[in-house]
């Protein structure tokens, strides 16, 4: 599976489970409002990753220190989809967006400081741009709200499509 597939159904997932419990706690006489759900979900790999390899959220310490040697020095992709179920009965809708990200080489002792920081937990890829990773970052080609795991501008496609009204397209 490719990191582009695996990251639209892994969001795809996490749309219907949130749908499935709002169904659920309807169903158990719960009274809820409905509004829409959105969902996102990003994937870090490497373009030429034989297997495809996926670098997700760090496990531990050492797991972040090896997901960071592997990103050093390396261009690699940011995929983040995000989805929108607009109706109770309707199925999620979603894009994605691909972002191409060059890192500098980094010494062990950058990646020991930033690993220590605890920055690089929670993240895809170990690292998060919004942060002090951002030092790390040679150039980007994309969209920088993607990578940091919402895509602004395919979020706000979404939504207009659904005809949800947000931010500047309220009435």
């Known amino acids: 599976e ?3 597939d695996y990251t639209q159904r892994v969001t795809i997932a996490k749309s219907s489970a949130a749908l ?3 169904h659920q706690r309807c169903k158990a006489g719960i009274e809820l409002a409905w509004a829409p759900i959105l969902c996102a979900d990003t994937t870090v790999s490497l373009p030429d990753s034989p ?3 996926i670098l997700g959220k760090p496990r531990d310490e050492e797991d972040a220190v090896r997901i960071l040697q592997i990103l050093s020095g390396q261009t690699h992709w940011v995929y983040t989809a995000v ?8 199925t999620p809708v979603c894009a994605l967006q691909k ?3 060059r890192f500098a080489t980094l010494s062990p002792e950058q990646i020991k ?5 605890g920055e690089a937990f929670g993240k895809a890829g170990a690292y998060g ?4 990773a951002a030092s790390f970052i040679e150039e980007i080609s994309g969209s920088y709200s993607g990578i940091m ?18 931010g500047l397209n309220r009435p």
């Open 83 to 90: 989805a929108i179920t607009p109706e109770p009965t309707s």
């Open 129 to 132: 741009i919004q942060g002090m």
């Open 149 to 166: 795991g919402l895509p602004l501008f395919e979020t706000a496609q979404l939504l207009q499509a659904a005809h949800v009204r947000f």
């Open 113 to 117: 400081s930033y690993v220590s920081s």
């Open 51 to 53: 297997n495809h390899e």
């Open 2 to 4: 490719s990191a582009a």
């Open 20 to 22: 499935k419990r709002w």
């Open 99 to 101: 972002s191409r990200i």
